[in-house]
């Protein structure tokens, strides 16, 4: 069973950046997609990107795209989500959950999973407030 602990949340100011944690254990993330979610208090879950494991390939939300940076250290089982320039609209608790359907590289295709029901596995969540 593949078990996934976030962590790195916090308080931030607007135009400040935070780093996000996803630490897997119980299983290998290799060979798994990594996505990052997060709800909004009131609001449904929206994805915000996606990584494959095994290849790196990555892609981003509209909302997130130029701002937000995943990626991956196979070597010690975590995914990051590093975001810069933070909105108040960022504002709300991030999950990470991994699956099997592929997530490809932006360059080439804006069709990745964004629906939860696509990932398997899930972490418990780390809230991000962006306020001053």
């Known amino acids: 069973q593949l078990q996934l602990v976030e962590s790195g949340g916090g308080l931030v100011q607007p135009g400040g950046s935070l780093r996000l944690s996803c630490a897997a254990s119980?299983?290998?993330?290799?060979?798994?997609?990594i996505g990052w979610f997060r709800q909004a208090p009131g609001k449904e879950r929206e994805v915000v990107s996606c990584?494959?494991?095994?290849?790196?390939?990555?892609n981003y939300a509209d909302s997130v795209k130029g701002r937000f940076t995943i990626s991956r250290d196979n070597a010690k089982d975590t995914v990051y989500l590093q975001m810069n320039s933070l909105k108040p609209e960022d504002t709300a608790v991030y999950y990470c959950?991994?699956?099997?359907?592929?997530?490809?590289?932006?360059?080439?295709?804006?069709?990745?999973?964004?629906?939860?029901?696509?990932?398997?596995?899930w972490g418990q969540g780390t809230p991000v407030t962006v306020s001053s």
């Open positions: 990584i494959v494991t095994s290849v790196g390939t990555t």
């Open positions: 959950a991994a699956g099997v359907r592929p997530c490809p590289d932006s360059r080439w295709s804006r069709t990745f999973p964004r629906r939860s029901y696509e990932y398997e596995y």
């Open positions: 119980g299983l290998t993330l290799n060979f798994y997609t």
